[in-house]
């Protein structure tokens, strides 16, 4: 089980950048190149080790948010995103993605009782248009690729939610076997 950004020593350390708040603004670009930086270490350094391995990874998003976030968030092109994903780990994506989609107002009620006394970090300080452009991007990304994607209403109870997740996984587990 992995995160990103983050999921090895460096990737962390620029994790710790992408959401800090900070006086300073941090320029679309910067943010898109950081991410990167952060997945090209985290691809080469535990993912691809472990798939070579036999592995399975479990990562909690990947290049899918960064589609979402700096291309339909930030408005970044989706052409400048692929021109990094060229560099970064062509032709390497996952066999499954997950897409636990929540109505915005509700994600962010989740988030705020999250955060506790650290209050929300860069992302989730962003208004609620930003995250309305991010949730549509990803149900985008999910009709465009209906054979990798599984959407998933997450605003209904925890276990119901486990239950599609499990569901969403059984064929890859028959696979394994």
Do not use: K
Not at 6 to 20: C, D, I, K, S, V
Not at 22 to 49: D, K, W, Y
Not at 150 to 162: E, K, N, Y
């Amino acid at each position: 089980m992995t995160r990103e950004p983050g999921g090895t020593p460096r990737a962390e350390r620029l994790r710790a950048l992408l959401l800090e708040r900070a006086e300073e603004p941090m320029p679309a670009a910067c943010e898109l190149l950081l991410m990167f930086a952060a997945r090209a270490t985290h691809v080469e350094n535990l993912i691809r080790p472990a798939v070579a391995r036999g592995a399975w990874v479990l990562c909690d998003r990947f290049t899918d948010a960064t589609y979402a976030y700096q291309g339909g968030g930030r408005g970044l092109p989706e052409s400048s995103i692929d021109a990094l994903v060229g560099i970064v780990h062509p032709g390497f994506q996952p066999d499954l993605t997950l897409l636990l989609d929540l109505p915005v107002e509700r994600g962010l009620a989740r988030a705020g009782m999250r955060n506790g006394q650290d209050g929300p970090d860069r992302f989730e300080s962003e208004q609620q248009a930003f995250f309305e452009n991010v949730r549509e991007r990803y149900l985008a990304l999910a009709r465009r690729e209906p054979a990798r994607f599984r959407v998933i209403d997450a605003s209904r109870a925890a276990d119901a939610v486990t239950a599609a997740v499990r569901n969403a996984l059984q064929p890859l587990l028959e696979d394994r076997r």
